[in-house]
């Protein structure tokens, strides 16, 4: 049996743009994109932090080190320059893989420049 886990995200970028007359995708600084392990066209889930929304699109590289987020497409009417997000990707691991895997985090500064990596997701205490 296989189970689709968190791989890797990109956590409380900015998005620094919206293009609503761009054909779809999201376009992330190609350095955030090799950090959190996201390849040219892999699709990725736009969690938007702001407002709630939630999307599914791919990503495409940006130039590297300008800590660009730019949401294309029709999504640029669900999340908007200024808002939070955090950038997610799956993948499928086969049940032995999956026992072991520890997902990629990378943090972000206010810039959208990685600042901190983790590999893991930890619950909250309370």
Not at 21 to 31: L, Q
Not at 38 to 64: F, K, M, S, W
Not at 71 to 96: C, F, M, P, T, W
Request: hydrophobic share 35%.
């Amino acid at each position: 049996m296989q189970r689709t886990l968190l791989k890797s995200k990109i956590h409380r970028a900015t998005v620094t743009e919206a293009d609503l007359d761009y054909e779809g995708s999201v376009t992330i600084d190609g350095e955030l994109l090799e950090a959190a392990d996201i390849i040219h066209h892999e699709q990725v889930d736009i969690y938007d932090i702001t407002n709630g929304e939630r999307l599914t699109t791919y990503a495409i590289p940006g130039p590297p080190g300008m800590g660009g987020i730019c949401i294309n497409g029709a999504a640029a009417r669900k999340v908007h320059a200024g808002d939070l997000v955090i950038v997610v990707s799956y993948a499928r691991y086969e049940e032995q893989e999956a026992k072991h895997h520890r997902p990629k985090v990378v943090h972000v500064d206010e810039r959208n420049r990685a600042c901190r990596y983790s590999r893991s997701v930890a619950a909250r205490d309370n």
